[in-house]
C-alpha cells in the first residue's frame, strides 16, 4: 500500500482522463450521441474525450461552465458560454447545447453532468440558482423518459455527510434562502474510480486538506499489484503539473 495527494486539479483531470476511458463513453462514441453540459469538472472531460478523436481544436475551458462556486468576496469572470459538448456518432457538433439536442436523445445515449455534493451511497446533487431548475431539468426527461444514461463527474473534495435527499428537502423547503438542490438520478464516477479503471488498483480516501495549494486536497491509499502501483505512480506524475482550475 503506498499513499498520494491530489490536489482538487488533479483529480479533475484524473476523471477526465477515466471518463474518456469509461466503456460506456466508448460505447456512444461510435453508435450514438454524447452530451457534456458545461461544467469545470466536466471541462476537463471534454478536453479528453475531444482529444481523444483528435477534434479538440476550438475547446476551451475558459467560460465552459454555467454557475460556478467561489469565495465569499470574489466575483467571477463573466464569460460567454460556447455551449456544451454534444458528440454525435463521433463527430463534435459545436455550439450545440443539451436543450439543443435533449429532444431528440434516446436509450443508448450518454449525458455527463457534474455536481455540487454527493453522500457516502453515491447519490449526488447539483446546486440549482435557476428559477426554472437550470440545465438538469433539460435533460431529467431524456434520462427517465427514454432511459438516457446519466452519469456524474464529481471530485471526492464535494462528499458530504448527510443523505442527498434529506439535504435536497432542507435547501428546498418554502422560507429557505441560497441556491436549491436537485437530486441526480445517474452514477458519480470520482478520482477513486478514474484511478480503478485506468490502473485496476483499488483507491481509499484517507484524509484531506493541506496548505500552500493542498487545501481541498485528497489523501488516497493505493492497493495493488506491483505492476498497478507502478502505473498509478506514473498517471499521478502525468497530472502532477495541472495548474489551478481557472473556468
Not at 173 to 183: E, K
Not at 210 to 229: K, P, R
Request: with cysteine; proline share 6%; charged share 20%.
Amino acid at each position: 500500500m503506498r499513499q498520494i495527494c491530489i490536489t482538487t486539479s488533479m483529480g479533475k483531470r484524473l476523471i477526465g482522463k477515466g471518463m474518456a476511458a469509461h466503456p460506456a463513453i466508448q460505447d456512444v462514441l461510435n453508435t450514438g450521441t454524447l452530451v457534456i453540459i458545461a461544467g469545470t469538472t466536466n471541462g476537463y472531460v471534454a478536453e479528453e474525450v475531444l482529444a481523444s478523436l483528435e477534434q479538440a481544436d476550438g475547446f476551451s475551458r475558459m467560460g465552459f461552465r454555467r454557475g460556478v462556486v467561489v469565495p465569499p468576496g470574489f466575483a467571477a469572470p463573466t464569460l460567454d458560454l460556447p455551449g456544451d459538448v454534444v458528440i454525435v456518432k463521433g463527430q463534435w457538433r459545436r455550439g450545440l447545447t443539451v436543450d439543443d439536442i435533449a429532444g431528440s436523445l434516446r436509450e443508448g445515449d450518454v449525458v455527463l453532468k457534474g455536481a455540487n455534493a454527493f453522500d457516502q451511497w453515491g447519490h449526488a446533487g447539483v446546486l440549482i440558482g435557476h428559477p426554472r431548475g437550470g440545465t438538469i431539468l433539460a435533460a431529467l426527461p431524456a434520462v427517465i423518459g427514454s432511459r438516457v444514461r446519466l452519469i456524474v463527474p464529481v471530485g471526492v473534495e464535494k462528499r458530504i455527510f448527510d443523505d442527498i435527499e434529506s439535504v435536497a428537502q432542507r435547501l428546498n423547503a418554502p422560507g429557505a434562502s441560497g441556491p436549491r438542490l436537485c437530486p441526480l438520478p445517474g452514477s458519480i464516477f470520482t478520482e477513486l474510480d478514474a484511478i480503478e479503471l485506468l490502473t485496476g488498483a483499488q483507491a481509499s480516501l484517507v484524509a484531506a486538506g493541506g496548505i500552500y495549494g493542498a487545501e481541498g486536497a485528497a489523501w488516497l491509499s493505493i492497493t495493488g499489484t506491483d505492476e498497478q502501483q507502478e502505473a498509478v505512480a506514473a498517471l499521478i506524475d502525468a497530472v502532477a503539473g495541472e495548474p489551478p482550475c481557472e473556468a
